[in-house]
């Protein structure tokens, strides 16, 4: 996170639930000086003011919504050679809008509604033999059980949906609407 200037040390601070005092000693900087900076009445010096910045920093970083926090748990996966149709009554079924695809117990790719419906455009005649594979786009985004919401907000403007791994294994799933309920 880019801090823009020196007015965003009290919002960010009492964020954080930290009085001044507080501050100060988690920054190794004294406490009037937060004050004055708060007041407006001082500029610190470069290295005052990046050691106070570091401190709210590892602040966000720790109390950051983490992936584990959003993932839901229970994942739904398609195989890579399994009937178009299936794919869809499991989707029904389930309330979703999107699907992993696994190809040997691997990730190769996702089927979502937008992929289904493109195909079936292109190829209204052959819908009733597609396979998984037929329809499915690039597999999404991957990350940590640790990877921050600042950083999932970020893939999920891209993806319909991120992953959640550990050590290699799939966790959890996180779509658009998981990350705009935790929103304050």
Do not use: W
Request: with cysteine; net charge positive; aromatic share 4%.
């Amino acid at each position: 996170m880019a801090f823009q200037n020196l007015t965003e040390i009290k919002s960010l601070r009492k964020r954080y639930h930290l009085n001044q005092k507080e501050l100060a000693q988690r920054a190794g900087v004294s406490q009037s000086l937060i004050a004055k900076i708060e007041a407006g009445t001082v500029e610190p010096s470069f290295s005052k003011a990046k050691m106070i910045f570091e401190t709210l920093e590892q602040l966000r970083e720790t109390q950051e919504i983490k992936a584990k926090d959003l993932m839901n748990k229970k994942i739904s996966f398609a195989e890579i050679g399994e009937p178009l149709k299936e794919v869809i009554k499991t989707m029904k079924n389930k309330g979703i809008s999107q699907l992993p695809v696994l190809s040997k117990e691997k990730l190769c790719g996702i089927i979502t509604e937008g992929s289904i419906l493109r195909k079936m455009l292109e190829h209204p005649e052959n819908s009733n033999l597609f396979k998984a594979e037929d329809v499915m786009e690039e597999a999404p985004p991957i990350v940590t059980l640790n990877t921050g919401f600042n950083t999932l907000s970020v893939l999920l403007r891209d993806h319909p949906v991120v992953l959640v791994a550990e050590r290699g294994d799939i966790k959890g799933i996180i779509s658009k609407s998981d990350l705009l309920g935790k929103i304050e």
